[in-house]
């Protein structure tokens, strides 16, 4: 049987080592060659844990290669890593998880594919019809609110919007645009003034809100809490108010015996 042999050869800090060669002691576990099977070609694609909780098992993937940009591939989610890929020194607080894809339907391309090829794949985690989208370069945010600038007869408008799914490229519009309306892509280089004054706006609220003072319960010179004329309202007969207590009104001496208790 045909096939194709690939040596393996560990690069380190020290450098590579050496091919293997014959008559070389080999060691227990040591990896020798690797025998690629053309009939099952995967990809391992690193998903940020930001979006891991999307991707299920199952789900259709379509797969370029960058060697082949003119032949797309399509493939399928075979499994996900329960534990993400140890992190680089550079990037110590990186969470990526491998997920692995399995290329279907290769057919007569399967003998241009090689193992280590560079692949981009796009995962359909949700396929909706019907939906209002724009480019994510027209929508800004501000604050919890989101704008975008439509262009109309009397000039640019800016507008709120409220969005929905996206896929990093085009987002959903819920509400605030219309189909066939035109919007203005990277509205901050032309309105880049408006924006920051809208942006200060919103900080000095925010900041307001943050350091609003509240009201603290005043004490007496005893150290008690002052109650309110409406609690000293709600004493009954025979019940008297603390001492040092302000807003005590005169009561009729003979009504405060009758109403005690012996």
């Known amino acids: 049987q045909k096939g194709e042999v ?5 690069s380190s800090r020290r450098g590579a080592e050496n091919a293997i060669e014959e ?14 099977d053309f009939t099952q070609m995967k990809v391992n694609a690193k998903i940020h844990e930001s979006r891991i909780s999307l991707v299920k098992e199952g ?13 797309k591939f399509k493939g399928v989610v075979h499994s ?11 990037r110590p607080d990186l969470k990526e998880y491998e997920v692995e894809i399995e290329i279907q339907g290769v057919g007569k391309g399967k003998e241009q594919l090689k193992p280590g ?17 724009v480019s994510m370069q027209s929508i800004l945010g ?22 929905g799914k996206t896929n990093n490229e085009v987002v959903e519009i819920l509400d605030g645009i219309n189909e066939g309306e035109e919007v203005v892509l990277n509205p901050r280089s032309s309105f880049g003034k408006e924006l920051q004054e809208m942006e200060a706006k919103q900080n000095q609220l925010e900041n307001a809100t943050e350091k609003k003072p509240q009201k603290k319960a005043r004490r007496n010179k005893k150290g008690q809490r002052k109650k309110s004329l409406k609690n000293k309202k709600r004493l009954g007969p025979g019940k008297h108010l603390p001492a040092g207590s302000s807003g005590r009104k005169k ?12």
């Open 6 to 10: 690939v040596y393996f050869v560990k």
């Open 23 to 36: 008559g070389t002691i080999v060691r227990e576990r040591q990896a020798i060659i690797k025998l690629p």
């Open 59 to 71: 789900m259709p993937v379509a797969i370029r290669i960058n060697a082949l940009p003119d032949k």
């Open 80 to 90: 996900i890593s329960p534990v993400p890929v140890a992190a680089s020194w550079m």
């Open 117 to 133: 090829l560079t692949a981009e794949v796009e995962i359909l985690v949700e396929e909706r019809e019907n939906v209002l989208m």
């Open 142 to 163: 501000i604050g919890s609110k989101q704008y975008a600038y439509v262009l109309t007869e009397e000039g640019s408008q800016r507008r709120e919007v409220k969005t």
């Open 251 to 262: 009561r009729n001496p003979a009504a405060m015996q009758n109403g005690s208790r012996r």
